[in-house]
């Protein structure tokens, strides 16, 4: 397994952008397909976007489709997930997860990071 850190969460006005990382610690990161999710208060957790290991293929939710991005860099042991023109909706604690299959699936991932808030104000 591989263990994630989360970072780059913070206050933002609404339409602004961040840039949310996920360190990884383990020498299978690459053979990992990683994803993030989100849980905004009183909602349980929802898919948000994963990367295939190689980093050809992603796949998003409809929610941030166009706005989010996601990408990794396996040398450095890093996803991102850059986030544009955020909204009011998209405030959540966003969780970094790694898991060895191509899923949007919560059971299909073996590792999650802590999380880092994300807070959109209107």
């Known amino acids: 397994q591989v263990q994630l850190v989360e970072s780059g969460g913070g206050l933002v006005q609404g339409g602004g952008s961040l840039r949310l990382s996920c360190a990884a610690s383990?020498?299978?990161?690459?053979?990992?397909?990683m994803a993030w999710f989100r849980q905004a208060p009183g909602k349980d957790r929802e898919f948000v976007a994963v990367?295939?290991?190689?980093?050809?293929?992603?796949y998003y939710a409809d929610s941030v489709k166009g706005r989010f991005t996601i990408s990794r860099d396996n040398a450095k042991m890093t996803a991102y997930l850059q986030m544009n023109s955020l909204k009011p909706e998209d405030t959540a604690v966003y969780y970094c997860a790694a898991g060895k299959h191509y899923s949007a699936r919560a059971g299909e991932i073996d590792s999650w990071g802590k999380g880092t808030l994300v807070t959109v104000s209107s």
């Open positions: 990367i295939h290991w190689d980093g050809d293929n992603t």
């Open positions: 383990g020498r299978t990161f690459r053979t990992y397909a």
